[in-house]
């Protein structure tokens, strides 16, 4: 009686495992296609990078994850003879798939945080830098420098970029003058002023005005500055009470940067690495940039 009851469920299980296939191998192609055609549909090439950056990630995880589900399927219909002799082996052959499906999501997992970023990377720069044509004229346009696209961008764009929060690329048609800026984000986090909505509010100073002990949290005040319009805004923040975590990372002290340099140096790359293995690297196109970075940086808490 019990057995036919495990006949009659294999009977089931098998063809749905059949359409899980064909669905989640859909899924992982069609997320994949959708990613490529959308990319070719966008006309211009910030809209083709704001894609990428905003979705490309993603859509790769999911894509993975749709595929280990479709292997998944794909292995609980083998050995259905054997399977249908007792149902331990449909346990058996359930958590061999969950084992080799939880690897190729985490392995998916890995390459997305560890080598993608850099893939990602070189197409967005790609992007970026390919010369802009004028839709008006037909002619190609040309990137101005951080020296001279100053005089094309308003204060508060150059209050933002000055405190690394947003990166202006402005392009130029020299035959007609005409401008195109395009916006992207900076290396450096900054709110939106709430007065005058540039991304300029950073974190000025932290001040612990309760420290945190072993059984009870602590307060923490974190002062905001507006670099444009002066606003000051104050928020209050519980530190948690202490455990074992290690110390917070903090950058040296004194940076040396020879003035001279400067003029031989191309791009300047600094490259910070976390205590988690992670890194990011950030390009200036001098190293007076680069030690204005770093003293943003510095101010700016590590978690
Ligand atoms: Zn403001």
């Known amino acids: 009686m019990e057995e036919g009851f495990y006949i009659d469920f294999l009977n089931v299980w098998h063809p749905a495992m059949r359409v899980a296939i064909i669905g989640f191998v859909l899924g992982w192609l069609g997320l994949y296609a959708y990613h490529h055609i959308r990319l070719l549909?966008?006309?211009e090439y910030k809209a083709?990078?704001?894609?990428?950056?905003?979705?490309?990630?993603?859509?790769?995880?999911?894509?993975?994850?749709s595929l280990a589900l479709g292997v998944m399927s794909y292995l609980n219909t083998l050995r259905p003879e054997t399977v249908a002799l007792a149902p331990m082996w449909f346990f058996v052959r359930l958590f061999v798939t969950l084992c080799i499906g939880t690897l190729i999501a985490y392995i998916a997992w890995l390459v997305l945080n560890y080598s993608y970023p850099t893939k990602i990377q070189r197409k967005l720069q790609y992007f970026r830098y390919k010369p802009r044509i004028n839709p008006k004229t037909g002619n190609r346009m040309r990137l101005l420098s951080e020296e001279e696209e100053d005089v094309?961008?308003?204060?508060g764009m150059q209050a933002e970029e000055n405190v690394f929060s947003v990166d202006y690329d402005v392009w130029i048609d020299e035959v007609t003058n005409d401008i195109k800026i395009e916006k992207y984000p900076g290396y450096l986090q900054a709110s939106q002023c709430d007065r005058c909505n540039f991304q300029t509010l950073r974190l000025e100073k932290e001040e612990i005005t309760k420290t945190a002990t072993e059984d009870q949290d602590g307060e923490l005040i974190?002062?905001?500055?507006?670099?444009?319009?002066n606003r000051i805004r104050r928020e209050t923040k519980t530190i948690?009470?202490?455990g074992a975590s290690g110390k917070l990372y903090k950058l040296p002290e004194k940076l040396h940067f020879k003035d001279e340099m400067d003029k031989k140096v191309k791009t300047v790359e600094l490259k910070i690495f976390s205590n988690d293995g992670k890194s990011r690297s950030f390009?200036?196109?001098?190293?007076?940039q680069a030690q204005q970075f770093l003293a943003e940086y510095e101010s700016e808490t590590v978690e």
């Open 41 to 43: 549909t966008l006309k």
């Open 48 to 65: 083709k990078y704001d894609h990428i950056s905003k979705y490309q990630a993603n859509l790769f995880f999911y894509s993975i994850l």
């Open 152 to 155: 094309h961008l308003d204060e």
């Open 222 to 229: 974190k002062h905001y500055k507006c670099s444009y319009c």
């Open 240 to 242: 948690a009470r202490l």
């Open 283 to 288: 390009d200036f196109p001098s190293t007076l």
